[in-house]
């Protein structure tokens, strides 16, 4: 009797966390430290792996990658960060890439220089070093992940995972990275 009484709140138990998106696994920018933002987020990071919901193209653009290295800096103009990305195609060729954001009144919302229609929301992620960004335009969005390091804990990717499912972002590409990070972009 006690034995099965156990085994059955087991169950519940197992039901209830494997089907249910606690707060701990839903998108969060309550980590983010507002008065140093975005001085933090200055520097390098690397491009690890990218979610979207299945059957939509937003992970296409990332199929030829096998790396990528992104430098932020901030720009002359306040109120601006530039972001130049060094991506190793599959083929061996690095393409440069640059961008600017403005910085919105919201804080942690981001737009892009060009792109009107494309909104890009930073949150915190669950291990050191790490961030997720959520980009939206009129058609698609998708969760970005970028490290500080290339070194990837496990727990960090299973955060990243755990999240994107929560938001229904069940197609999760990981990059190869089996190549060499490309020269900074100039
Ligand atoms: C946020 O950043 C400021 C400025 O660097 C610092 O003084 C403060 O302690 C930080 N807050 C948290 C919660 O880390
Ligand atoms: C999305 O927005 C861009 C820029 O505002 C516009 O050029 C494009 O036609 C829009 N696409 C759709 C499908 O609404």
Not at 33 to 59: D, H, V
Not at 164 to 173: A, F, N, P, Q
């Amino acid at each position: 009797m006690i034995v099965s009484a156990w085994r059955y709140l087991l169950y519940l138990y197992g039901l209830v966390f494997d089907s249910q998106c606690d707060r701990s696994h839903q998108l969060s920018a309550s980590r983010i430290n507002r008065t140093e933002f975005p001085l933090q987020y200055l520097g390098g990071w690397y491009f690890l792996a990218a979610a979207a919901e299945p059957g939509t193209r937003a992970l296409d653009i990332f199929k030829v990658m096998d790396n990528g290295h992104f430098t932020v800096q901030e720009s002359a103009e306040m109120e601006k960060l530039e972001f130049r990305a060094s991506i190793r195609v599959k083929d061996g060729s690095c393409v440069p890439r640059k961008w600017i954001y403005l910085l919105t009144e919201e804080r942690t919302e981001l737009r892009t220089e060009g792109h009107p229609d494309l909104v890009t929301e930073l949150f915190s992620c669950d291990c050191p070093g790490c961030v997720v960004l959520k980009e939206t335009d009129n058609t698609s969005s998708r969760l970005l992940l970028y490290t500080r390091s290339q070194e990837l804990d496990t727990d960090c990717m299973s955060d990243f995972m755990q999240k994107s499912t929560c938001e229904g972002y069940k197609e999760v590409l990981h990059l190869p990275r089996t190549q060499e990070i490309c020269p900074p972009h100039e």
